[in-house]
Protein backbone atom coordinates (compact mmCIF):
# COMPACT_ATOMS: atom_id res chain seq x y z
CA UNK A 1 0.00 0.00 0.00
CA UNK A 2 1.52 3.93 -0.82
CA UNK A 3 2.14 6.22 1.32
CA UNK A 4 -0.75 8.47 2.50
CA UNK A 5 0.56 11.54 -0.04
CA UNK A 6 1.88 12.39 -3.04
CA UNK A 7 4.07 15.10 -4.43
CA UNK A 8 0.81 15.89 -6.37
CA UNK A 9 -1.19 16.72 -3.31
CA UNK A 10 1.62 18.82 -2.15
CA UNK A 11 1.53 20.95 -5.39
CA UNK A 12 -1.96 21.05 -4.95
CA UNK A 13 -1.68 22.68 -1.53
CA UNK A 14 0.81 25.07 -2.39
CA UNK A 15 -2.07 26.03 -5.89
CA UNK A 16 -4.96 25.68 -2.96
CA UNK A 17 -3.12 28.28 0.18
CA UNK A 18 -0.64 30.60 -2.04
CA UNK A 19 -2.50 33.74 -1.74
CA UNK A 20 -3.47 33.33 1.98
CA UNK A 21 0.10 32.23 3.13
CA UNK A 22 3.07 34.25 3.27
CA UNK A 23 5.95 33.11 1.10
CA UNK A 24 8.58 33.48 3.51
CA UNK A 25 12.26 33.86 2.95
CA UNK A 26 14.58 31.35 2.46
CA UNK A 27 18.01 33.23 3.50
CA UNK A 28 22.01 32.16 3.66
CA UNK A 29 23.28 33.09 6.71
CA UNK A 30 26.64 33.74 6.45
CA UNK A 31 27.99 34.27 9.96
CA UNK A 32 26.05 30.89 11.09
CA UNK A 33 27.94 29.24 7.81
CA UNK A 34 31.14 30.41 8.91
CA UNK A 35 30.32 28.78 13.25
CA UNK A 36 29.58 25.68 11.75
CA UNK A 37 31.82 25.09 8.44
CA UNK A 38 28.33 24.17 6.49
CA UNK A 39 26.25 26.66 3.58
CA UNK A 40 23.51 27.30 6.15
CA UNK A 41 19.98 28.41 4.83
CA UNK A 42 17.54 29.89 7.05
CA UNK A 43 13.67 29.38 6.03
CA UNK A 44 11.95 31.73 8.34
CA UNK A 45 8.59 30.39 8.83
CA UNK A 46 8.09 32.95 12.00
CA UNK A 47 7.51 35.43 9.87
CA UNK A 48 4.11 33.66 9.19
CA UNK A 49 0.77 35.94 10.80
CA UNK A 50 1.11 33.62 13.60
CA UNK A 51 4.62 32.69 13.16
CA UNK A 52 5.33 29.23 12.53
CA UNK A 53 4.73 27.05 9.99
CA UNK A 54 1.65 25.46 11.05
CA UNK A 55 -0.79 28.28 9.11
CA UNK A 56 0.21 25.96 6.58
CA UNK A 57 -1.41 22.70 7.13
CA UNK A 58 -4.47 23.99 8.99
CA UNK A 59 -5.11 26.09 5.70
CA UNK A 60 -5.23 23.54 3.91
CA UNK A 61 -7.24 20.98 6.09
CA UNK A 62 -10.17 23.95 6.30
CA UNK A 63 -10.71 25.21 2.73
CA UNK A 64 -11.45 21.23 1.72
CA UNK A 65 -14.38 21.46 4.22
CA UNK A 66 -17.47 20.96 2.89
CA UNK A 67 -20.03 23.56 3.88
CA UNK A 68 -21.92 21.49 6.37
CA UNK A 69 -18.96 20.99 8.75
CA UNK A 70 -18.09 24.35 8.24
CA UNK A 71 -21.24 25.45 9.77
CA UNK A 72 -20.92 22.84 13.01
CA UNK A 73 -17.19 23.94 13.49
CA UNK A 74 -13.92 22.38 13.92
CA UNK A 75 -11.66 21.35 17.00
CA UNK A 76 -7.92 20.45 17.73
CA UNK A 77 -5.67 20.05 19.88
CA UNK A 78 -2.61 21.90 20.38
CA UNK A 79 0.63 22.60 22.35
CA UNK A 80 0.18 26.47 20.84
CA UNK A 81 1.46 26.68 17.34
CA UNK A 82 -1.30 24.66 15.58
CA UNK A 83 -3.89 26.17 18.08
CA UNK A 84 -3.33 29.35 16.82
CA UNK A 85 -3.18 28.66 12.83
CA UNK A 86 -6.25 26.91 13.05
CA UNK A 87 -7.90 29.86 14.86
CA UNK A 88 -6.47 32.46 13.09
CA UNK A 89 -8.01 30.60 9.96
CA UNK A 90 -10.92 29.25 10.87
CA UNK A 91 -12.25 32.90 12.01
CA UNK A 92 -10.75 34.14 8.84
CA UNK A 93 -13.37 32.06 6.72
CA UNK A 94 -16.22 31.94 9.16
CA UNK A 95 -15.85 29.05 10.66
CA UNK A 96 -16.33 28.57 14.62
CA UNK A 97 -13.36 26.84 16.17
CA UNK A 98 -12.26 24.96 19.61
CA UNK A 99 -8.81 24.36 20.58
CA UNK A 100 -7.63 22.20 23.43
CA UNK A 101 -4.66 23.09 25.09
CA UNK A 102 -2.80 21.64 27.84
CA UNK A 103 -2.93 23.35 31.12
CA UNK A 104 1.16 24.46 31.32
CA UNK A 105 1.01 25.71 27.74
CA UNK A 106 3.33 28.86 27.68
CA UNK A 107 0.72 32.17 28.67
CA UNK A 108 1.83 34.11 25.49
CA UNK A 109 -0.04 31.11 23.23
CA UNK A 110 -2.65 30.43 24.97
CA UNK A 111 -3.62 34.85 24.62
CA UNK A 112 -2.81 34.29 21.16
CA UNK A 113 -4.95 31.77 20.28
CA UNK A 114 -7.56 33.11 22.12
CA UNK A 115 -7.28 36.66 20.59
CA UNK A 116 -8.20 34.85 17.17
CA UNK A 117 -12.04 34.30 18.24
CA UNK A 118 -11.50 30.75 19.24
CA UNK A 119 -12.56 29.06 22.40
CA UNK A 120 -9.63 27.52 24.37
CA UNK A 121 -9.92 24.98 26.62
CA UNK A 122 -7.17 24.26 29.02
CA UNK A 123 -6.83 20.33 29.89
CA UNK A 124 -4.86 17.87 31.02
CA UNK A 125 -0.98 17.91 32.17
CA UNK A 126 -0.03 16.81 28.67
CA UNK A 127 -1.19 17.03 25.20
CA UNK A 128 -2.55 13.41 25.38
CA UNK A 129 -4.26 13.99 27.87
CA UNK A 130 -5.77 17.19 25.85
CA UNK A 131 -6.04 15.29 22.78
CA UNK A 132 -8.78 12.76 24.75
CA UNK A 133 -11.11 15.80 26.07
CA UNK A 134 -10.81 16.67 22.54
CA UNK A 135 -12.55 13.49 21.44
CA UNK A 136 -15.75 14.40 23.99
CA UNK A 137 -15.51 17.67 22.96
CA UNK A 138 -15.70 16.29 19.10
CA UNK A 139 -18.40 13.77 20.12
CA UNK A 140 -20.67 15.85 22.06
CA UNK A 141 -20.48 18.57 19.96
CA UNK A 142 -20.55 17.17 16.17
CA UNK A 143 -17.25 19.13 15.61
CA UNK A 144 -14.64 17.80 12.35
CA UNK A 145 -11.40 17.64 13.95
CA UNK A 146 -8.12 18.95 12.74
CA UNK A 147 -5.56 16.71 13.53
CA UNK A 148 -2.12 18.59 14.40
CA UNK A 149 0.26 16.46 12.00
CA UNK A 150 -1.31 12.97 11.11
CA UNK A 151 -3.68 14.06 8.77
CA UNK A 152 -2.43 13.78 4.76
CA UNK A 153 -4.40 17.28 3.98
CA UNK A 154 -1.82 18.57 7.22
CA UNK A 155 0.89 17.07 5.64
CA UNK A 156 0.71 18.18 2.14
CA UNK A 157 0.65 21.88 3.20
CA UNK A 158 3.64 21.56 5.53
CA UNK A 159 5.38 19.84 2.33
CA UNK A 160 4.54 23.65 0.57
CA UNK A 161 7.66 24.80 2.72
CA UNK A 162 10.41 22.30 0.51
CA UNK A 163 8.64 23.12 -2.55
CA UNK A 164 9.79 27.10 -1.51
CA UNK A 165 13.33 26.45 -0.55
CA UNK A 166 14.21 23.74 -3.22
CA UNK A 167 12.91 27.07 -5.64
CA UNK A 168 15.10 29.46 -3.44
CA UNK A 169 18.08 27.16 -3.29
CA UNK A 170 18.07 24.55 -5.66
CA UNK A 171 21.65 23.23 -5.04
CA UNK A 172 20.55 22.39 -1.43
CA UNK A 173 22.32 19.31 0.05
CA UNK A 174 20.13 18.36 2.89
CA UNK A 175 17.46 19.47 4.83
CA UNK A 176 17.04 19.27 8.71
CA UNK A 177 13.39 19.15 10.18
CA UNK A 178 12.24 19.60 13.65
CA UNK A 179 9.82 16.57 14.45
CA UNK A 180 6.84 16.40 16.60
CA UNK A 181 4.25 14.10 15.29
CA UNK A 182 6.11 14.23 12.11
CA UNK A 183 3.86 16.29 9.96
CA UNK A 184 6.35 18.62 9.07
CA UNK A 185 8.80 16.39 7.72
CA UNK A 186 6.67 14.02 6.36
CA UNK A 187 5.59 17.03 3.77
CA UNK A 188 8.74 18.29 3.18
CA UNK A 189 10.40 14.86 2.41
CA UNK A 190 7.69 13.89 -0.09
CA UNK A 191 8.30 17.27 -2.13
CA UNK A 192 11.99 17.37 -1.52
CA UNK A 193 12.36 13.98 -2.70
CA UNK A 194 10.38 14.26 -5.61
CA UNK A 195 12.04 17.41 -6.82
CA UNK A 196 15.94 16.35 -5.66
CA UNK A 197 16.61 12.98 -5.24
CA UNK A 198 19.39 12.66 -4.14
CA UNK A 199 18.93 15.35 -1.37
CA UNK A 200 19.40 13.96 2.23
CA UNK A 201 16.18 14.51 5.20
CA UNK A 202 17.33 14.39 8.45
CA UNK A 203 14.53 14.40 11.71
CA UNK A 204 15.40 16.39 14.75
CA UNK A 205 13.69 16.07 18.35
CA UNK A 206 14.42 16.84 22.10
CA UNK A 207 16.70 14.20 23.92
CA UNK A 208 13.46 13.94 26.29
CA UNK A 209 10.84 13.24 23.50
CA UNK A 210 12.64 10.55 21.41
CA UNK A 211 9.18 9.57 20.00
CA UNK A 212 9.52 8.70 16.38
CA UNK A 213 13.06 7.01 16.96
CA UNK A 214 10.77 5.00 18.93
CA UNK A 215 8.18 3.97 16.67
CA UNK A 216 10.09 3.09 13.62
CA UNK A 217 11.83 0.72 15.74
CA UNK A 218 7.81 -0.38 17.11
CA UNK A 219 8.81 -0.19 20.67
CA UNK A 220 7.54 2.81 23.42
CA UNK A 221 9.55 4.80 25.01
CA UNK A 222 9.34 6.87 28.24
CA UNK A 223 8.62 10.62 26.70
CA UNK A 224 8.58 13.03 29.64
CA UNK A 225 10.17 15.81 31.38
CA UNK A 226 10.55 19.73 30.69
CA UNK A 227 11.82 21.01 27.51
CA UNK A 228 12.18 24.46 26.14
CA UNK A 229 11.03 22.92 22.56
CA UNK A 230 7.47 22.14 23.98
CA UNK A 231 6.41 22.63 20.25
CA UNK A 232 7.89 19.10 18.91
CA UNK A 233 7.53 17.86 22.82
CA UNK A 234 5.02 14.95 21.04
CA UNK A 235 4.92 11.36 23.22
CA UNK A 236 3.62 9.38 20.18
CA UNK A 237 4.20 10.02 16.96
CA UNK A 238 1.34 9.82 13.93
CA UNK A 239 0.48 6.89 12.31
CA UNK A 240 0.44 7.86 9.43
CA UNK A 241 3.55 10.33 9.60
CA UNK A 242 6.24 7.50 10.61
CA UNK A 243 5.32 5.70 7.13
CA UNK A 244 6.38 8.48 5.77
CA UNK A 245 9.20 9.23 7.79
CA UNK A 246 10.48 5.15 7.74
CA UNK A 247 10.59 5.81 3.73
CA UNK A 248 11.90 8.82 2.86
CA UNK A 249 13.95 10.08 6.34
CA UNK A 250 17.48 9.16 6.14
CA UNK A 251 17.89 9.69 10.02
CA UNK A 252 16.77 11.34 13.17
CA UNK A 253 19.04 13.31 15.57
CA UNK A 254 18.22 14.18 19.80
CA UNK A 255 19.76 17.11 20.60
CA UNK A 256 20.08 18.28 24.34
CA UNK A 257 18.31 21.40 26.38
CA UNK A 258 21.27 23.47 26.03
CA UNK A 259 22.28 22.84 22.45
CA UNK A 260 18.42 24.34 22.18
CA UNK A 261 19.08 27.25 24.07
CA UNK A 262 22.21 28.17 22.22
CA UNK A 263 20.66 27.99 19.01
CA UNK A 264 17.74 30.21 20.30
CA UNK A 265 20.48 32.37 21.72
CA UNK A 266 22.59 32.78 18.33
CA UNK A 267 19.33 32.97 15.94
CA UNK A 268 18.61 35.93 18.25
CA UNK A 269 21.86 37.65 18.52
CA UNK A 270 23.16 36.39 14.72
CA UNK A 271 20.38 36.50 12.64
CA UNK A 272 18.12 39.01 14.88
CA UNK A 273 15.28 37.13 14.77
CA UNK A 274 12.94 35.02 17.54
CA UNK A 275 12.89 31.07 17.28
CA UNK A 276 11.04 29.02 20.11
CA UNK A 277 12.78 25.93 20.96
CA UNK A 278 11.04 23.90 18.54
CA UNK A 279 12.07 26.68 16.23
CA UNK A 280 15.69 25.98 16.72
CA UNK A 281 15.83 22.71 17.05
CA UNK A 282 17.56 22.69 13.19
CA UNK A 283 20.63 24.60 13.96
CA UNK A 284 20.78 22.87 17.36
CA UNK A 285 21.45 19.35 15.34
CA UNK A 286 23.94 21.17 13.30
CA UNK A 287 25.66 22.95 16.35
CA UNK A 288 25.61 19.37 18.09
CA UNK A 289 27.73 17.75 15.22
CA UNK A 290 29.14 20.56 12.68
CA UNK A 291 31.76 18.31 11.31
CA UNK A 292 28.62 16.02 9.67
CA UNK A 293 27.89 18.82 8.01
CA UNK A 294 30.78 20.36 7.07
CA UNK A 295 31.12 21.65 3.34
CA UNK A 296 27.57 20.93 2.76
CA UNK A 297 24.70 23.34 2.00
CA UNK A 298 22.30 22.64 4.66
CA UNK A 299 18.11 23.96 4.59
CA UNK A 300 17.08 24.66 8.25
CA UNK A 301 13.63 25.23 9.19
CA UNK A 302 13.25 28.03 11.51
CA UNK A 303 10.09 26.56 12.35
CA UNK A 304 8.04 29.39 14.61
CA UNK A 305 8.89 31.83 16.74
CA UNK A 306 6.33 31.39 19.56
CA UNK A 307 8.50 31.89 22.66
CA UNK A 308 7.58 33.43 26.12
CA UNK A 309 9.43 36.56 26.78
CA UNK A 310 10.65 35.37 30.43
CA UNK A 311 11.83 32.10 29.21
CA UNK A 312 13.33 33.75 26.50
CA UNK A 313 15.40 36.18 29.03
CA UNK A 314 16.11 33.55 30.79
CA UNK A 315 17.68 31.95 28.00
CA UNK A 316 19.47 34.77 27.13
CA UNK A 317 21.31 35.33 30.86
CA UNK A 318 21.67 31.40 30.71
CA UNK A 319 23.41 31.52 27.27
CA UNK A 320 25.44 34.68 28.62
CA UNK A 321 26.80 32.37 31.73
CA UNK A 322 27.74 29.80 29.53
CA UNK A 323 29.96 32.21 27.45
CA UNK A 324 31.50 33.60 30.95
CA UNK A 325 30.53 37.09 29.77
CA UNK A 326 28.57 36.60 33.16
CA UNK A 327 30.61 35.47 35.66
CA UNK A 328 29.84 34.68 39.87
CA UNK A 329 32.87 34.47 42.00
CA UNK A 330 32.82 33.30 45.72
CA UNK A 331 35.49 35.88 47.81
CA UNK A 332 36.89 35.28 51.54
CA UNK A 333 37.42 38.76 52.84
CA UNK A 334 38.24 40.33 56.30
CA UNK A 335 35.17 41.51 58.04
CA UNK A 336 36.44 45.22 58.29
CA UNK A 337 35.87 48.68 56.22
CA UNK A 338 37.35 48.93 53.00
CA UNK A 339 37.71 45.08 51.92
CA UNK A 340 34.36 45.32 49.51
CA UNK A 341 35.78 48.76 48.14
CA UNK A 342 38.82 47.30 47.19
CA UNK A 343 37.42 44.00 45.23
CA UNK A 344 34.73 46.60 43.15
CA UNK A 345 37.70 48.53 42.19
CA UNK A 346 40.11 45.73 40.60
CA UNK A 347 36.68 44.66 38.80
CA UNK A 348 36.02 48.27 37.70
CA UNK A 349 39.65 49.05 37.04
CA UNK A 350 38.93 45.66 34.78
CA UNK A 351 36.56 47.27 32.88
CA UNK A 352 34.45 44.68 34.58
CA UNK A 353 30.51 45.56 35.61
CA UNK A 354 28.99 44.34 38.93
CA UNK A 355 26.10 43.06 38.44
CA UNK A 356 24.89 41.95 42.23
CA UNK A 357 26.40 41.72 45.61
CA UNK A 358 25.66 39.44 48.54
CA UNK A 359 27.89 40.00 51.47
CA UNK A 360 27.66 37.05 54.01
CA UNK A 361 28.86 37.94 57.48
CA UNK A 362 26.84 35.80 59.56
CA UNK A 363 27.93 32.65 58.10
CA UNK A 364 29.36 30.28 61.18
CA UNK A 365 31.37 28.48 58.47
CA UNK A 366 34.10 31.31 58.70
CA UNK A 367 35.73 32.91 61.66
CA UNK A 368 33.71 35.42 63.18
CA UNK A 369 36.58 37.88 61.64
CA UNK A 370 35.63 37.37 58.20
CA UNK A 371 33.13 37.19 55.34
CA UNK A 372 32.07 36.06 52.60
CA UNK A 373 31.48 38.03 49.40
CA UNK A 374 29.69 36.42 46.53
CA UNK A 375 29.90 39.09 43.27
CA UNK A 376 28.33 38.32 39.59
CA UNK A 377 30.13 41.00 37.23
CA UNK A 378 29.60 41.18 33.59
CA UNK A 379 32.73 41.21 30.83
CA UNK A 380 33.28 41.34 27.34
CA UNK A 381 33.69 37.40 27.14
CA UNK A 382 35.70 34.48 28.61
CA UNK A 383 39.18 35.89 28.21
CA UNK A 384 38.01 39.03 29.77
CA UNK A 385 36.38 37.54 32.57
CA UNK A 386 39.16 35.59 33.24
CA UNK A 387 41.81 38.46 33.30
CA UNK A 388 39.22 40.18 36.18
CA UNK A 389 39.80 37.36 38.05
CA UNK A 390 43.46 37.02 37.56
CA UNK A 391 43.31 40.70 38.42
CA UNK A 392 40.91 39.82 42.12
CA UNK A 393 43.53 37.14 43.05
CA UNK A 394 46.77 39.70 42.38
CA UNK A 395 45.03 42.01 44.76
CA UNK A 396 45.40 39.28 47.50
CA UNK A 397 42.21 37.71 47.74
CA UNK A 398 41.10 34.03 46.70
CA UNK A 399 38.10 33.81 44.80
CA UNK A 400 36.71 30.46 43.65
CA UNK A 401 35.04 30.64 40.22
CA UNK A 402 31.40 29.19 40.87
CA UNK A 403 29.83 26.90 38.31
CA UNK A 404 27.28 27.96 36.09
Same mark, same amino acid.
Not at 68 to 89: I, K
Not at 189 to 206: H, L, S
Not at 283 to 293: F, G, I, K, T
Given at each position: ?????????????? +???????????????? &????? &???? !????????????????????????????????????????????????????? !???????????? &?????????????????????????????????????????????? +?????????????????????? @??????????????????????????????????????????????????????????????????????????????????????????????????????????????????????????????????????? @??????????????????????????? @????????????????????? +????????????????????????? @????????????????????? !???
Amino acid at each position: MGLCITFQDVIAAR +DRIADQIQATPCLHSH &TLSQL &TGSE !LYVKFENLQFTASFKERGALNRLLQLPAAQRQRGVCTVSAGNHGQAVAYHAHR !LGIPATIVMPRH &TPFVKVEHTRSHGAEVVLHGDSLSEAFEHSEHIVAARGLTFVHPYD +DPQVMAGQGTIALEMLAAVPQL @DLLVVPIGGGGLISGMAVAAKAMAPRIEIIGVQAESYPSMPAALRGEQVACQGNTIAEGIAVKSAGRLTREVVREWVQDIVLVSEGELERAIALLLTIEKTVAEGAGAASLAAVLSSPQRYRGRRVGLILSGGNI @DPRLLASVIMRELVREQRIVTLRIPIA @DQPGALARVSQVVGDHGGNIL +DVFHRRLSTNVPAKSATLELSFEAR @DAGHAASIVTGIRSAGFEPTV !LPP
